[in-house]
């Protein structure tokens, strides 16, 4: 049996538990204090808490009039937060926006930090995103370098008729071949207009340019090009992994925004 | 209806954290070790590799405070290249990535702005009750220039050691502290990947005894299961030289290795530097010879100016003050202001000739240190380029269009604008591959060496009897085998030591203007003398020496567009480059400095690109001549002189 593609959908997933976890709210009746009530119940679970909190900051348990006094700071905290809710303190206020956005950006990306993914959805993601894995492409090149493009011409049209290669090119040092050079590699060498170009060339036993650089110019013979494969999946599992998590990282934060910011109709006056 | 969608939505939220289970992920051994036997090596190392091992992330208080939101996820994907979105919004990106990165993050109160940050405010208020870090908590979370201030408020409360009590809870502290680097050091080892990119532990040692600056980068050359053993030592209340004890005790206990980088000794008023121990007592050999085992090393340029050396301590070398303007004002927040008698231990030239006399005296040199550059970005991007600068830290990134212009931050804010900031440096490190083991071990035998932000390629052998017909034959294998690289010791054998120098330009920047030798000795009445030579530069035939001087290269920078051309200068400089003025017996050291052609700095680009003006000052500023610093090679009046370390199988003992 195969289950329709939308079930395999994250943003689905996302709703029905939203669903789900809404619906137990509302039908336990788990929710945040209202402000407007003139109640403030420390329950069991609220003592455990402070009482954590303290051990947290002392390293140990506090005593009973310790935790006595934490409980009436707490009542303190909470009387004058109800108050101040009350009075609509908490609109406008930067410190509380930038606080409670940062929170919900932290709520829907924190666990994505430490999740373990399962093997099947390493290797979707694997799949998906196939390139991302790819070996380098390989050059296998020689090359003479010349200051003066002029040269470089008067050179090529000799060499390519036959004359010897040790007559040619000034010196420089730069290497004058490279077995399996990545573009990587050719650009920390020679710079990002020689790659560029090199990338460019086919291979065969001509000298072929002259190419520029920075340093001037080259004539090159790419006496091989090895393109680039696609790896096995468990070669490369770790930077799976580790991309995988970055773009879920990502992914929940702009999810989770994208539903919010669907509910709004902005108007921007112009 | 309003409401229940809304609830909906967070309930949504809320699902989103709870779905996923917690469990640690895994690397490879190749990526969690220190890379020995992870890739094929090179014989020599043969070329350089670029690297920043002064990284700050939102892990770091100040870094924080100032505003950056990244961590050291994202800031290992800059440096390997990626494009990211800054903390300010913009994206990202370096045009060339960098080899390796040292993330280093002050061990003082790691991630505790953030978690200052994130608590609720009662807690603060209630549970820890003090009034300072409360009043930082509500200048952090108001707005981005208040929560500056109030890390500039943080470093001057550091330096004047008044950090609130609660801030230094040991326990507390260390708990916190080991969470952070044992998660720290897991995301360094799943983006360690030898042969491509080089991720190093490390922290930043950050004592700073009246504001007087001593702080050194430590870094490991280990992977998380030696360097978890450890936490990152703390700075306050402790000395340099228990520094130095624990990276032994971590050496000792682990069977790793770990080093130290002294940085921003120009914001030290002298005491980076001393002649004495700090106590003012007569410098001892047991302590130069710990301090040169531990810091091999030191970090001369980067965003807070350039240590290399100042025109008073320099009056004869014209290319003196790069990068000193603003910065000698004083200490690190400008508690006080710097005198002219204590630049000496300040800048690190006068440094290296300082060690030639304590190692006559001792027959220790503690000074012995080979240079790199890095940034101490506190956005946690890594770019030292002059086009790509992100700012000191998130209040001055690139939407700040005004930052150059703006007074700093830290301290009484006199006289240091954005403007003194400089772009940034980096790390050149010879290696034989890229690995930790391989760029840490290039740094413990100093074959490293420092540029203002440009990719040269600087190659330095020493030795006796090199000559321009070497450049022929294969050069690079002659001063390994017959000479030594940078960082190196040469044995004085009675004549005059040759220098094999190759300077190739940043291809994908400016042309060089010239190479120079600078020499440090100890002559022959006991006093310390310094000089620069001009060893080769561009166009030799018209740019003929007059009254001993080289005529200045000239200048292609148009400073309406901030463009430059490459019509003057050279690709390579390259010569042999013998001392003309050689004194058997007499100790000295060897440095190259290479200089490129002036360029616009990045703030002729911010003038250009967002159409701001510049005061005088800052305009005259805007143009410089970036360069690269080599390590030393020292000649030694003692027959015994230590063979290059690349040349043995076994990484070197020690430094």
């Known amino acids: 049996m195969t289950l329709p593609s939308w079930t395999r959908e994250p943003l689905v997933h996302f709703l029905i538990a939203g669903l789900l976890v809404f619906a137990f709210f509302a039908a336990t009746g788990a929710n945040e204090p209202d402000p407007n009530s003139r109640v403030i119940e420390v329950d069991r679970e609220a003592q455990t808490q402070l009482s954590l909190q303290f051990e947290r900051t002392m390293g140990r348990s506090p005593t009973d009039a310790e935790l006595d006094a934490q409980i009436e700071r707490y009542v303190r905290d909470e009387v004058l937060y109800r108050e101040a809710l009350r009075l609509g303190l908490d609109q406008n206020d930067p410190i509380v926006r930038r606080?409670?956005?940062?929170?919900?950006?932290?709520?829907?990306?924190?666990?994505?930090?430490?999740?373990e993914p399962g093997e099947e959805t390493l290797r979707a993601w694997f799949e998906e995103n196939q390139s991302r894995f790819a070996s380098a492409e390989l050059i296998t090149f020689d090359q003479l370098y010349f200051s003066e493009q002029d040269a470089a011409k008067a050179a090529q049209n000799r060499l390519n008729t036959g004359s010897a290669i040790d007559q040619f090119g000034e010196p420089i040092s730069l290497p004058a071949s490279m077995d399996g050079a990545s573009l990587r590699e050719l650009q920390d060498r020679f710079g990002s207009q020689f790659s560029e170009a090199v990338n460019q060339l086919g291979s065969g036993e001509n000298w072929q340019g002259p190419v520029p650089s920075g340093f001037g110019w080259h004539l090159v013979k790419v006496r091989e090009r090895k393109a680039s494969e696609v790896l096995e999946f468990e070669a490369v599992r770790d930077r799976v992994e580790s991309d995988w998590r970055s773009a879920t990282i990502a992914a929940r934060k702009d999810a989770a925004y994208g539903v919010l910011r669907g509910a709004y109709r902005v108007e921007i006056s112009r | 209806m309003h409401k229940t969608w809304s609830k909906l939505a967070l309930a949504s939220v809320a699902a989103m954290a709870i779905t996923g289970c917690d469990s640690t992920a895994s690397v490879d051994e190749a990526q969690s070790g220190n890379g020995e036997g992870a890739i094929e090596l090179a014989e020599f190392p043969d070329r350089p590799y670029w690297g920043d091992t002064h990284l700050h992330t939102d892990n770091s208080v100040d870094a924080f405070g100032?505003?950056?939101?990244?961590?050291?996820?994202?800031?290992?994907?800059?440096?390997?290249g990626e494009e990211v979105t800054a903390t300010t919004g913009a994206k990202a990106k370096l045009a060339r990535p960098l080899d390796f990165l040292v993330i280093a993050d002050h061990s003082d109160g790691l991630g505790a702005t953030r978690r200052l940050y994130d608590a609720p405010r009662w807690y603060i208020n209630w549970v820890i009750g003090d009034e300072t870090m409360l009043r930082w908590y509500d200048m952090m979370h108001e707005s981005p220039e208040q929560s500056q201030l109030a890390i500039a408020e943080l470093i001057t409360a550091a330096a004047n050691g008044t950090i609130p009590e609660a801030m230094q809870d040991p326990e507390q502290n260390e708990e916190n502290t080991r969470d952070i680097w044992t998660t720290h050091l897991d995301t360094l080892d799943r983006y360690n990947t030898p042969g491509e990119f080089t991720a190093l532990a490390g922290y930043e040692w950050t004592a700073m005894p009246d504001g007087n600056n001593l702080h050194r980068v430590v870094m490991f050359r280990d992977g998380?299961?030696?360097?978890s053993q450890v936490l990152p030592f703390p700075g306050l209340n402790t000395s340099a030289e228990q520094l130095w004890d624990s990276m032994v005790a971590y050496e000792e206990g682990t069977g790793g290795q770990v080093l130290a980088i002294p940085h921003n000794s120009n914001l030290s008023n002298?005491?980076?530097f001393e002649m004495t121990l700090p106590d003012g007592s007569p410098m001892t050999a047991e302590y130069a010879a710990k301090r040169a085992a531990a810091e091999p090393v030191v970090e001369v340029t980067q965003i807070k100016g350039d240590s290399e050396t100042h025109p008073f301590l320099s009056p004869n070398d014209e290319m003196a003050g790069f990068g000193v303007k603003g910065w000698e004002l004083g200490n690190l927040p400008l508690t006080r202001r710097t005198e002219d008698g204590m630049l000496a231990g300040s800048y690190v030239r006068e440094a290296l000739k300082r060690g030639l006399s304590l190692e006559e005296q001792l027959g220790v040199n503690p000074y012995a240190f080979g240079m790199i550059g890095s940034t101490d970005s506190h956005t946690s991007l890594a770019t030292g380029d002059e086009d790509n600068f992100w700012g000191k830290h998130t209040g001055n990134e690139q939407n700040n269009t005004e930052r150059a212009a703006q007074p700093q931050n830290l301290g009484t804010r006199e006289g240091r604008f954005g403007w003194h900031y400089l772009a940034?440096?980096?790390?050149?490190?010879?290696?034989?591959?890229?690995?930790?083991?391989?760029?840490f071990d290039a740094f413990a035998r100093r074959e490293v060496y420092a540029t203002t932000g440009p990719r040269m390629t600087v190659r330095v052998f020493g030795g006796f009897g090199f000559s321009e017909s070497d450049w022929d034959g294969d050069w690079v294998r002659k001063g390994y085998e017959s000479g030594v690289p940078m960082g190196g010791e040469l044995a004085d054998g009675g004549s005059a030591p040759s220098f094999m120098?190759?300077?190739?330009k940043d291809p994908d920047?400016?042309?060089?203007?010239?190479?120079?030798?600078?020499?440090g000795w100890l002559d022959s009445s006991g006093e310390l003398q310094e000089r620069v030579y001009d060893a080769v530069w561009s166009d030799m035939e018209n740019r003929t020496r007059s009254g001993g001087e080289v005529p200045a290269v000239g200048d292609t920078v148009n400073r309406k567009d901030a463009t430059y051309t490459n019509d003057i200068g050279a690709a390579e400089l390259r010569s042999v480059w013998t001392d003309p003025d050689y004194v058997e017996g007499q100790r000295a050291f060897y440095y190259v400095r290479v200089v490129e052609i002036p360029t616009p700095r990045w703030t002729l680009f911010d003038a250009v690109r967002f159409g701001i003006l510049l005061s005088e000052e800052a305009i005259e500023d805007a143009v410089a001549q970036e360069r690269a610093y080599t390590s030393p090679i020292w000649l030694k009046p003692?027959?015994?002189?230590?063979?290059?370390?690349?040349?043995?199988?076994?990484?070197?003992?020690g430094v």
């Not at chain 2, 790390?427 to 391989?438: F, L, P, Q, S, V």
């Not at chain 2, 290059?644 to 990484?651: C, K």
């Open chain 2, 66 to 80: 100032f505003g950056v939101r990244l961590g050291p996820e994202v800031a290992l994907r800059f440096a390997r």
């Open chain 2, 224 to 227: 998380s299961d030696k360097t």
């Open chain 2, 638 to 653: 003692s027959t015994i002189a230590t063979a290059p370390a690349i040349m043995e199988q076994s990484p070197p003992e």
């Open chain 2, 501 to 504: 120098i190759s300077a190739l």
């Open chain 1, 99 to 115: 606080r409670l956005a940062s929170k919900m950006d932290m709520a829907a990306s924190a666990t994505a930090e430490t999740a």
């Open chain 2, 424 to 439: 940034g440096g980096y790390a050149a490190a010879w290696a034989r591959g890229n690995t930790r083991a391989e760029i």
């Open chain 2, 270 to 272: 002298g005491l980076m």
């Open chain 2, 509 to 519: 920047g400016a042309n060089l203007d010239r190479v120079q030798v600078v020499k």
